[in-house]
């Protein structure tokens, strides 16, 4: 009797937390980014409750039933989302965002960047990180799956 062919699926887990940020641009002007970014540029700064959500994709392991141990994914995305940005002033307690505008798109690239070098690379079944969705309120939402550039055309 043949082996079951193997089965791909995706696992996602779902992480808050609450930062504070200011939406600025050190190539543009104090005009140019009050202009841009609006309330959002207030030099003190605003705050936000984030969700994350973190989906990876990889084959459901015949003998574990499961495509990553959960506890291991928990404390992969607690180093790299919880610890680096909970109740953090992103512009000002994480070097990432000294020279990149803090915007809920920079932090989905922080995020899966963290992930990426966390996750465990080269074990079977293979796992991969498939895509971060990161909701800064719940009409603002980010998805990011990894895509460094576009292409030219």
Request: net charge neutral; with cysteine; aromatic share 8%.
């Amino acid at each position: 009797m043949a082996p079951p062919a193997a089965r791909l699926a995706r696992l996602s887990r779902t992480a808050s937390f609450s930062a504070c940020h200011r939406l600025h641009s050190k190539s543009l002007s104090d005009e140019e980014n009050l202009k841009l970014f609006g309330k959002c540029n207030n030099p003190n700064g605003h705050g936000h409750n984030y969700k994350v959500i973190v989906t990876v994709r990889g084959e459901i392991d015949p003998v574990s039933g499961m495509v990553i141990n959960l506890t291991d994914l928990k404390e992969y995305m607690q180093q790299a989302i919880m610890e680096p940005l909970d109740h953090k002033n992103l512009d000002k307690d994480v070097p990432y965002f000294a020279e990149v505008v803090s915007t809920t798109e920079n932090v989905a690239v922080f995020i899966w960047e963290n992930l990426k070098r966390l996750l465990p690379a080269g074990i079977l079944p293979a796992v991969m990180l498939y895509k971060v969705k990161v909701y800064e309120t719940d009409q603002n939402i980010v998805v990011y799956k990894g895509e460094e550039t576009i292409s030219e055309r």
